[in-house]
């Protein structure tokens, strides 16, 4: 969402190809507004009435004056990107994630409904996001750091031991994530980052997956999870940049496609 709506507010996406790329994420893709002062600025239905596609979501951004998104991808403990406490706070926790549109005011944030039927939640903005600019190198080096790291500490604690099929898991998970298409214009370093988050969290799956990861001890099994938990934030920031990275270069791709310009 954080991409597509970018590339599609700056000209480098049409409509069609925004909302068919966010089906990788649910055949149905709905939205509503979470009340109704937001419904009344959107022309959004609030959350209760019959939900609206995303094309009136698009032509609501595009009217509000949104120039490009962030995701945020919040946990307990750092919430940064959504501009403080407010009433997308504690869905976007829950969630795990949230896309923010600072120019518009607005957060949206995604729940699984059905299946196949994703629904965004349309929220205010409670202030400012505050983001910081990070260098998609530097994400991407912290990712490659945090991953030697944790190796070495799950080694000398002694809670990683070796598992015949770990590889498999692993490819496993991997494959099955949505196929997702991206823009023309998406920058390809920051696809190569979100490709690499991609399998950084298919390891972490599989280090966790079999309960206490071969600790033999309680307080060895916290340790494991102390040690894998900077892994975990270093995947979490670095898609955040990656995709910060991408709506930076999409503010300046500006193609010509046919449509682009029209909701």
Do not use: Y
Request: proline fraction near 6%; aromatic fraction near 4%; hydrophobic fraction near 45%.
């Amino acid at each position: 969402m954080a991409v597509w709506a970018s590339a599609w507010l700056h000209g480098a996406a049409a409509a069609d190809d925004v909302l068919d790329a966010l089906t990788a994420w649910g055949e149905l893709q709905e939205v509503v507004a979470a009340d109704h002062e937001t419904a009344d600025r959107t022309g959004l239905p609030v959350d209760g009435e019959r939900a609206a596609g995303l094309a009136l979501w698009l032509a609501a951004l595009r009217r509000l004056g949104a120039d490009g998104a962030a995701l945020v991808l919040p946990v307990p403990g750092d919430v940064r990107g959504l501009g403080g406490a407010g009433p997308a706070m504690r869905p976007a926790l829950e969630r795990g994630e949230a896309v923010v549109f600072p120019a518009a005011g607005l957060t949206a944030v995604p729940d699984d409904v059905a299946e196949g039927v994703l629904r965004w939640t349309v929220f205010p903005l409670s202030g400012s996001p505050g983001t910081d600019h990070t260098p998609i190198g530097e994400a991407e080096h912290g990712m490659t750091i945090a991953v030697r790291e944790a190796a070495e500490t799950l080694v000398s604690l002694d809670v990683a031991r070796h598992r015949p099929n770990v590889r498999a898991e692993i490819a496993e998970f991997i494959s099955a994530r949505p196929r997702l298409a991206w823009p023309p214009a998406m920058p390809p370093r920051s696809l190569r980052v979100l490709e690499r988050a991609n399998e950084v969290e298919a390891i972490l799956h599989a280090a966790l997956s079999d309960g206490t990861g071969g600790a033999v001890s309680a307080s060895a099994a916290r340790a494991r999870t102390e040690a894998l938990k900077p892994l975990s934030d270093a995947v979490r920031g670095a898609r955040c940049v990656a995709v910060a990275e991408a709506v930076r270069r999409l503010r300046h791709s500006r193609q010509d496609i046919t449509g682009g310009n029209n909701s």
